[in-house]
């Protein structure tokens, strides 16, 4: 009797479950990442939007208000790598845009690889400093290279890191001509964007191309606190630095939807039950990387705008693939242009920190203690590159050397910690270190990284490019849409290192080889 009962709830069970196929995998899948989005902006401007934008999202998508990374993100690079990989730094080895190369004692783009030529730019570009896989790199092995893979972004870093080692094409702006370009890694250059670049690219257009507030000046009404009086920007007088200007606006994400919606319609992507990915990159950072502080009616606009290009970018999808179709993810590269010092009126402590003058005088240390020699090779970002070939060659302890450095530079001014390679590759375990340890590669960083403290500003030697140092946490959305994705806002934070697995998981492929993280519910 029992064993009757039991078989016949089996059966039913599986019955069951043999009943419910799973859901089909999406035609297309949409990655967009918007360099430095922000969920206080986001929310705070929502007055400024249209109801096609952030509030279509909002109603109809999954929103994450919180997403962390667990790392410190230094920059879009490592951001965006740490999105695609699943994994931080100390695995992908991306630690930055650029980081010092011992070789040639000056920093290093992490997409340069003299082994290819450049499609409308003399920039030699791969992805080869990539050291894992990436989601998009999955796709291409599962389906036997039959997907499509695309990148279009502002930046190169971020179209050729979201591209991967495997995709078709990555495609970017030159800064310089306004062409959109692209690297012969990824084979022969699309006929549709040479025909783009003949007749339609910014440089045709940039003469006419003006930002102005999109709407009366009386809606701005918020960061009141800061600079909000009418601007206008026109590039062209820029001269020089016109395609520079116009990526830090928000006039770029229209031009990335005009680059993409070409790619909808003259190459095969989104077109048959082969699932495919589109990788955009969109900007919403401060124009010309300026303060918030002196241009805060210029930032509400930017978010204004970047809701209208949102708005567009998902007419274009319906229009062309369905969205029942596609799966958009959208998600934030989890940092900020920093903000300039508080004025002294408000005496909050700071000062100023050098590298350079830190590095000279550690050397002068090292040389006291150990004889005659260049021990600092170089420095870079915070961080202090040790010459370990004359160390080996005068056989000292290298380990040694590291922690007398450390503690020689910590009672420096404005020095909160100082962290040495061997203390972050062999050291105890601290939760406090886990942040700084996910960021470190131990070819690639420094052999010391210094923290400043909050409220000083780290200057940068034969650069205007001084930051102030703050430790506060900037909230940072993920958002995904897509068939079969419930409506809801989720305000417990989540580790951006799950995103690889979720759409690994949505495609039905492996997730890339470094992520350990689960997928998404």
């Given at each position: ?474 909230a940072t959305p993920l958002i995904l849409l897509g068939k079969g994705i419930k ?13 690889a697995p979720t759409l690994s998981s949505a495609m039905r492929i492996r997730a ?10």
């Open positions: 009797m029992k064993k009757g009962l039991i078989t016949s709830i089996l059966a039913l069970t599986f019955g069951s479950l043999q009943a419910q196929p799973l859901p089909p995998s999406p035609k297309l899948v949409v990655t967009l990442t918007i360099d430095q989005l922000r969920t206080d902006y986001m929310e705070a401007f929502s007055s400024l939007y249209g109801e096609k934008g952030f509030k279509r999202l909002l109603r109809e998508g999954k929103v994450f208000r919180q997403a962390d990374y667990s790392f410190n993100v230094a920059d879009r690079a490592s951001a965006i790598a740490a999105l695609y990989t699943g994994t931080t730094p100390s695995m992908n080895g991306i630690i930055a845009e650029r980081w010092f190369d011992p070789k040639t004692l000056r920093p290093k783009n992490c997409v340069d690889d003299s082994a290819f030529m450049g499609n409308y730019t003399d920039q030699n570009t791969a992805p080869t400093q990539l050291l894992t896989s990436t989601f998009a790199d999955e796709l291409k092995i599962a389906t036997k290279n039959a997907a499509l893979v695309y990148a279009i972004a502002p930046f190169r870093d971020a179209a050729v890191l979201s591209a991967g080692h495997s995709g078709n094409g990555a495609f970017w702006l030159n800064h310089q001509t306004g062409k959109w370009c692209g690297t012969t890694y990824y084979g022969e250059y699309p006929w549709w964007l040479s025909q783009y670049n003949d007749g339609q690219s910014p440089d045709f257009r940039i003469k006419e191309m003006e930002w102005n507030p999109l709407h009366p000046i009386t809606s701005y009404t918020f960061l009141p606190e800061w600079r909000t009086i009418p601007f206008k920007y026109r590039f062209e007088i820029e001269k020089d630095n016109k395609y520079r200007r116009l990526i830090t606006s928000p006039l770029i994400n229209d031009e990335v939807n005009r680059v993409t919606e070409d790619l909808l319609d003259k190459s095969n992507i989104g077109k048959d039950d082969i699932t495919d990915l589109l990788a955009i990159t969109y900007y919403a950072g401060n124009y010309n990387h300026r303060s918030t502080q002196e241009c805060a009616m210029e930032m509400q606009d930017t978010y204004a705008r970047l809701d209208q290009s949102i708005a567009r970018l998902l007419d274009m999808l319906e229009s062309k693939v369905g969205l029942q179709n596609v799966l958009l993810c959208i998600a934030s590269t989890g940092y900020a242009d920093p903000d300039g010092a508080d004025i002294g009126i408000y005496r909050i402590p700071g000062g100023e920190f050098h590298l350079n003058r830190c590095a000279t005088l550690l050397n002068m240390y090292l040389m006291a203690t150990y004889g005659e020699g260049q021990y600092v090779e170089g420095f870079y970002n915070q961080q202090i590159y040790l010459n370990h070939k004359l160390i080996e060659e005068k056989q000292l302890n290298l380990a040694e050397i590291q922690q007398k450095s450390a503690e020689f530079l910590v009672q420096f001014s404005g020095v909160n910690k100082v962290y040495s390679a061997y203390q972050l590759l062999l050291g105890s375990w601290a939760p406090q270190m886990e942040h700084i340890r996910n960021g470190f590669h131990r070819h690639r960083s420094g052999d010391l990284i210094i923290e400043v403290l909050p409220g000083w500003t780290v200057m940068q030697e034969n650069s205007n490019d001084n930051r102030v140092v703050r430790a506060a946490t900037i409506p809801e806002i989720i305000r417990m934070p989540v580790a951006i290192d799950r995103v890339p080889n470094a992520c350990t993280a689960a997928p998404l519910n």
